[in-house]
């Protein structure tokens, strides 16, 4: 009990210097970001609030000028249930991306934000897929 409620927050004092801090999003074309924004229409972020890892997701999309739909998957049970269902486990940070192809499950900061990056970081601002 001790070691959850420290854990929490240390989160949330992480959370707190991230809101601070915030990195300048990236700046588009109206244009140029309404595509970006139709290209995520299929994607949801599955996060915890004050988990590290998802902060550091989070500070990524605000990055990348990316205003994905960000689900509560410690505090509602229907998206919790969904991750675990379909997503296979439940472990946050999780990029759902629905595309025509099915839907992927990405797991890892790490590689969400490699994704993310290579898909809509400066280069090109929206790619097929």
């Known amino acids: 009990m ?3 409620l420290v854990r929490e927050g240390l989160g949330r004092t992480i959370a707190f210097v991230d809101r601070i801090t915030r990195p ?3 700046q588009r074309t109206p244009e140029a970001q309404q595509q970006v ?3 995520i229409s299929g994607m949801a972020l599955y996060q915890y609030f004050a988990c590290p890892f998802c902060i550091k997701t989070r500070r990524a999309l605000h990055r990348l000028n990316l205003p994905l739909e960000l689900r509560d ?3 509602d049970a229907e ?3 969904t991750l675990a269902r379909e997503g296979g486990r439940i472990q946050v940070p999780c990029l759902r991306i629905d595309s025509a192809e099915g839907t992927q499950w990405l797991y890892e900061s ?3 934000i490699r ?3 290579q898909r809509f970081g400066a280069a090109p601002a929206v790619q097929a897929g």
Do not use: F
């Open 2 to 4: 001790l070691l959850k």
């Open 24 to 26: 300048t999003p990236l």
């Open 37 to 39: 924004e139709q290209a």
């Open 73 to 75: 998957a410690q505090n």
């Open 79 to 81: 998206h919790r249930g």
């Open 110 to 112: 790490d590689d969400i």
């Open 115 to 117: 994704y993310l990056e």
